[in-house]
């Protein structure tokens, strides 16, 4: 079993949608989560950035961590066509600047 | 957040040859950098985590002599892809590792021929 669970998708969503992306872990030693996306033949680019539990803003995006529940989540409010690209989740353990573990992605696509 | 640079973005060569990726740390010296690489449409793998002024650690499966990692400053970290060949062709992505996070550089895309 992977330490760290993301369905693939791919997700298509028409513009305006409320996106949801979700992974789920089994290390109850991970303490930060981060969201990262990725646009075709580029660097992964950190969207989010939590430590432990709760909730965070920034913008039209928002992430979400259960620790309880071993579930983080990312929702795109308004997703535009220029949101299509793989989001990927990652998190660590002791320190965040420690090797993370990376879910395997999520494609996601904003029809315009 | 952190600006990493690598160099070259692309490169090609002929199998067999060595092949040289910088990454650089522009704003933050970093004493932490991690490589990852990448197939199409895959997730990142880590490779290596560098330590500057000490031997990079290596991952399971990754051979340390095929993949040589140099931390020789607090900005620049390179990887070395020794008598590369058509199946090392990927994309090789560096991490500089901050308190609080990781960003990413742009990543080197590499074709072996």
């Known amino acids: 079993q992977k330490e760290v669970e993301q369905d693939p998708g791919p997700l298509s969503v028409p513009e305006g949608a409320i996106v949801s992306l979700n992974c789920t872990y089994s290390?109850?030693?991970?303490?930060?989560f981060m969201w990262y996306r990725q646009y075709s033949r580029k660097g992964p680019e950190l969207l989010m950035y939590?430590?432990?539990?709760g909730n965070k803003e920034d913008g039209r995006f928002t992430a979400q961590v259960d620790k309880s529940s071993k579930y983080i989540s990312l929702f795109i409010r308004d997703s535009q066509p220029s949101d299509s690209a793989t989001y990927l989740c990652?998190?660590?353990?002791?320190?965040?600047?420690?090797?993370?573990?990376f879910g395997e992605g999520t494609q996601l696509t904003v029809n315009p | 957040g952190a600006v990493v640079s690598q160099h070259p973005s692309w490169v090609i060569c002929k199998s067999g040859t060595s092949v040289k990726i910088e990454c650089r740390s522009l704003?933050?010296?970093?004493?932490?950098m991690f490589w990852y690489r990448q197939f199409p449409k895959q997730s990142l793998m880590l490779m290596a985590t560098s330590n500057e002024g000490s031997k990079a650690t290596y991952e399971q499966g990754v051979e340390k002599d095929k993949f040589l990692i140099n931390h020789a400053s607090l900005t620049l970290s390179t990887l070395t892809v020794t008598s590369a060949h058509p199946e090392d062709s990927s994309f090789y992505i560096c991490t500089v590792g901050r308190p609080d996070t990781q960003y990413f550089g742009p990543g080197t895309r590499l074709t072996v021929l």
């Open positions: 990652a998190m660590s353990g002791e320190t965040s600047g420690s090797r993370l573990t």
């Open positions: 939590t430590y432990s539990s």
């Open positions: 290390n109850s030693a991970f303490q930060y």
């Open positions: 704003d933050f010296q970093a004493t932490t």
